[in-house]
């Protein structure tokens, strides 16, 4: 098929040519005096995009996944309480990593299209006034649903608890494109990927600590060894790794974020609103619900829910071979019943646009009772009248 293949899922994302240009690097010596030039200014540029200040960024050669398991591995011990609260596979499946890791899991049921219930946590926390829960693990963006949860509010109920516990947030999906500052909310630990927001190819856990966090790992009796966080921090004060790393992905990483500090970091947050308040638009243009409800909806991906005489794997099909667009699909209790647009990472209202269309273009093939153009026609108008 002419052209290439348009990608609209929630991750990986779109690479711009100026990163895959930064990679394209011929193999180096990464012990030689010149590497730490090269990860020393990364390290510390991390550090804007989390913002933080006070907390220490590291990168990993993995996955967010690996991150989960950086921030369980190092901070805690076998047996350990953690909360956390299920409402999308990917908080499923921290929820089945903390159990087979052998920690004491204590987690909560909430409705999928919803995130995370602050006052129910708040009045959970103030019942543990022995403090046995160690950790509270909170899912910033669950991906699968296209929910964002208030993490600024569950410092908020972590304090009027008074409660110690430290705050791991997967924020795979939401750092570097949905507002995150990890020293106002008291993020403890910071974890995400690099085929995200950071528009890189998959293939770097990039996460962050605070002191506190970092405090924590002198007691952890979970065994470590490629993941252990003080053989990084020990090479990384020299600006070196303690086993080889991705060199194309770190120099892919320093562009990225070149180009993300070069746009700002506020002026990210405002895109990534914009991109998606265009995209609900014409979704409700076309007579169509979100699977988050109202007060819960992400900024990087929307969850389309289908009528119930339809299934989102024909849309899925249809967009992906007929007009070589990438949709993302509904996993497990959600399969079939939503098709997911990703509006993440290198977008801009152009990109938008010519996937909404596509998604249309592939609702009307299946016999969708939409009016062609009626979605792409609400986009435009919001994006010309939000245009800068």
């Not at 991150?67 to 309480?81: H, M, R, V």
């Not at 079939?336 to 998604?359: E, P, Q, T």
Request: with cysteine; glycine share 10%.
């Amino acid at each position: 098929m002419a052209g290439r293949n348009h990608l609209f899922i929630p991750g990986p994302t779109n690479t711009p040519h100026e990163v895959l240009s930064a990679m394209h690097v011929p193999m180096e010596d990464h012990r030689s005096p010149d590497f730490p030039k090269l990860m020393k200014p990364v390290l510390e540029d991390l550090k804007k995009i989390f913002r933080t200040e006070s907390g220490q960024a590291f990168v990993y050669p993995a996955t967010g996944t690996a991150g989960w398991e950086i921030a369980l591995t190092n901070t805690l011990s076998p047996g350990d309480k953690v909360l956390i609260y299920r409402f999308g596979q990917f908080s499923h499946l921290w929820i089945n990593m903390a159990q087979r890791l052998g920690l004491d899991v204590e987690f909560h049921e909430v409705e999928w299209g919803k995130g995370i219930p602050l006052d129910a946590l708040e009045a959970r926390l103030k019942e543990d006034s022995s403090h046995e829960i160690k950790a509270v693990l909170a899912t910033h963006n669950e991906t699968a649903t296209g929910v964002t949860s208030d993490i600024g509010g569950v410092r908020k109920a972590m304090d009027a608890a008074n409660h110690p516990a430290l705050l791991f947030v997967d924020g795979v999906s939401s750092i570097a494109s949905i507002e995150f500052r990890m020293d106002d909310w008291g993020v403890d630990g910071a974890i995400s990927g690099s085929q995200k927001g950071f528009m890189l190819p998959a293939g770097l856990a990039i996460v962050a600590f605070s002191q506190k966090a970092l405090q924590a790992t002198e007691t952890a009796k979970f065994p470590r060894c490629f993941l252990d966080l003080k053989d990084m921090a020990n090479a990384n004060k020299d600006g070196y790794t303690p086993y080889t790393p991705s060199t194309p992905m770190i120099h892919g990483l320093r562009k990225a974020l070149d180009m993300l500090l070069e746009e700002g970091m506020e002026n990210i947050y405002a895109r990534h609103h914009r991109l998606a308040e265009g995209t609900r638009r014409a979704i409700a243009a076309w007579g169509l619900k979100l699977c988050a409800q109202p007060g819960f909806e992400s900024d990087t991906v929307s969850a389309v829910v289908v009528p119930e005489d339809k299934d989102a794997r024909d849309v899925i099909s249809t967009a992906y071979h007929k007009y070589n667009i990438s949709l993302g699909a509904g996993l497990t209790e959600v399969a079939g019943k939503v098709f997911r647009i990703g509006h993440i990472g290198d977008m801009n209202d152009v990109s938008m646009l010519g996937a909404i269309a596509g998604v249309e273009m592939a609702m009307l093939d299946n016999g969708f009772d939409i009016k062609p153009g009626s979605g792409v026609a609400a986009a435009i108008e919001y994006y010309r009248s939000t245009a800068s």
